[in-house]
């Protein structure tokens, strides 16, 4: 059994008591028992800037074309694993959360360029190489990474540096704002501290 993304905007209707698709906040999480696939019902929302579909069972995305007004596509606790198919929203989709999935590869990110935030805490991501695939979002300011392979073995203060080598223009990383010795650092300045290690 499962509740379809169309039976649960059915019941958000019953409950708000207005159509879902003038609204510009739809939330459909935590539906019992929980969605598992995304359907084109997702597409009449075309007000919509906020869609949570957090904690259900989701484990791909599908284009997203209708929904013209997105900013905020909140996907967290899902079994999603890769990111995919959002190109339709690039213009203006400005925020990802997307933390406790099965996230290994940020493929399908890079064009969308008015990307401000980006939650992925507690995912798959295994190699740097795949947050180097973010440093072309010019706007990209407020980032999640931590409970991610990536940071094993290295300190708090190991992993923020490591993250502004590859993405120097953030101001936000796992919830903390970026310091300008931090900032240094990952630039390789020495502010008379410590040597910096190759």
């Given at each position: 059994r499962?509740t379809?993304?169309?039976l649960?905007?059915?019941?958000?209707?019953?409950?708000?008591?207005?159509a879902?698709e003038?609204?510009?906040?739809v939330?459909?999480?935590?539906?019992?028992?929980?969605i598992?696939?995304?359907?084109?019902?997702?597409?009449?929302?075309k007000?919509?800037?906020?869609?949570?579909?957090?904690?259900n069972?989701i484990?791909?995305?599908?284009?997203?074309?209708?929904m013209k007004?997105l900013?905020?596509?909140?996907?967290?606790?899902?079994?999603?694993?890769?990111?995919e198919?959002?190109?339709?929203?690039?213009?203006t989709?400005?925020?990802?959360?997307?933390?406790?999935?099965?996230i290994?590869?940020?493929?399908?990110?890079?064009?969308?360029?008015?990307?401000t935030t980006?939650?992925?805490s507690n995912?798959?991501?295994?190699?740097?190489?795949?947050?180097?695939?973010?440093?072309g979002l010019?706007?990209?300011r407020?980032v999640l990474?931590?409970?991610?392979?990536?940071?094993?073995?290295?300190?708090?203060?190991q992993?923020?540096i490591?993250v502004?080598?590859?993405?120097?223009?953030v101001?936000?990383i796992?919830g903390?704002?970026v310091?300008p010795?931090?900032?240094?650092a990952a630039?390789?300045?020495?502010?008379g501290?410590?040597?910096a290690?190759?």
């Amino acid at each position: 059994r499962m509740t379809t993304c169309n039976l649960a905007i059915k019941a958000w209707e019953g409950r708000e008591k207005q159509a879902a698709e003038e609204a510009e906040v739809v939330k459909l999480y935590c539906q019992i028992p929980p969605i598992t696939k995304l359907d084109n019902s997702l597409n009449t929302l075309k007000n919509c800037v906020h869609l949570s579909l957090s904690t259900n069972s989701i484990d791909r995305l599908i284009p997203l074309a209708g929904m013209k007004c997105l900013r905020i596509l909140s996907m967290g606790r899902n079994q999603i694993k890769k990111i995919e198919k959002l190109d339709d929203l690039a213009d203006t989709l400005e925020e990802l959360w997307f933390s406790y999935n099965q996230i290994s590869t940020l493929d399908g990110i890079a064009q969308l360029h008015n990307l401000t935030t980006l939650y992925l805490s507690n995912n798959n991501i295994r190699s740097w190489s795949e947050v180097a695939k973010l440093s072309g979002l010019p706007n990209l300011r407020d980032v999640l990474f931590v409970g991610n392979p990536i940071y094993d073995g290295l300190s708090r203060e190991q992993q923020r540096i490591e993250v502004l080598k590859y993405l120097p223009n953030v101001a936000k990383i796992d919830g903390d704002m970026v310091k300008p010795g931090e900032r240094d650092a990952a630039m390789g300045i020495d502010d008379g501290g410590a040597e910096a290690e190759g």
